[in-house]
T-cell receptor, first 117, second 112 residues
Framework: KAGVTQTPRYLIKTRGQQVTLSCSPI?????VSWYQQTPGQGLQFLFE???????NKGNFPGRFSGRQFSNSRSEMNVSTLELGDSALYLC????????????????FGEGSWLTVV | DAKTTQPTSMDCAEGRAANLPCNHS???????VYWYRQIHSQGPQYIIH???NNETNEMASLIITEDRKSSTLILPHATLRDTAVYYC?????????????FGRGTSLIVHP
């Protein structure tokens, strides 16, 4: 069974541009969440989607947005890029956000490395 | 989510057991303990999780104290490839959506 797939793996953008990152969850998983990881702030939650609806949102500016499609695939977009947006962006999927008695394991993709110059 | 406390770094000799502690004194009854690890430049890898019983899988063992206020991840025979940052997190498993909060984790270095 394939894991969480993220594309592109690496990309370089210029300040002021916008970027779209893509995530394909594990087959059968309907919840997708996004995280930003930087050396200074560590792993920070961006937002979570389930059945095409945003369920939770972290403390990030409106330049960061996302969406989920009917096949559970998700995209996140960052507009008006700033140097500080350089980070590893991680996507994770789980069967559902609510969880079951045995727990609700989240599985991560390899991430997309974004460099803003 | 309950907060966790882990040592910043640890080291272990190859072939020996690596015991990574985690304190989660404010954990509530329906929160599970999860362990992930992250090797440089890769996404976090799920290792194991548990509620109150000790758990074992092909990667590691998880020992949770009876009061559930702390746990220990055990890598029985550490190899150089186990060098990574290990994260202990707690999150609920029922109702609504529980977002895991990742701390700084423990940087484990396995040396020859």
């Amino acid at each position: 069974k394939a894991g969480v797939t993220q594309t592109p793996r690496y990309l370089i953008k210029t300040r002021g541009q916008q970027v779209t990152l893509s995530c394909s969850p594990i087959s059968g998983h309907r919840s997708v969440s996004w995280y930003q990881q930087t050396p200074g702030q560590g792993l920070q939650f961006l937002f979570e989607y389930f059945s095409e609806t945003q369920r939770n949102k972290g403390n990030f500016p409106g330049r960061f947005s996302g969406r989920q499609f009917s096949n559970s695939r998700s995209e996140m977009n960052v507009s008006t890029l700033e140097l500080g947006d350089s980070a590893l962006y991680l996507c994770a999927s789980s069967s559902n956000p609510g969880g079951q008695p045995s727990g609700n394991t989240i599985y991560f993709g390899e991430g997309s490395w974004l460099t803003v110059v | 989510d309950a907060k966790t406390t882990q040592p910043t770094s640890m080291d272990c000799a190859e072939g020996r057991a690596a015991n990574l502690p985690c304190n989660h004194s404010t954990i509530s009854g329906n929160e599970y303990v999860y362990w992930y690890r992250q090797i440089h430049s890769q996404g976090p890898q799920y290792i194991i999780h548990g509620l109150k019983n000790n758990e074992t899988n092909e990667m590691a063992s998880l020992i949770i104290t009876e009061d559930r206020k702390s746990s220990t991840l055990i890598l029985p025979h550490a190899t150089l490839r186990d060098t990574a940052v290990y994260y202990c997190i707690v999150r609920g498993a029922s109702g609504g959506s529980y977002i895991p909060t990742f701390g700084r984790g423990t940087s484990l270095i396995v040396h020859p």
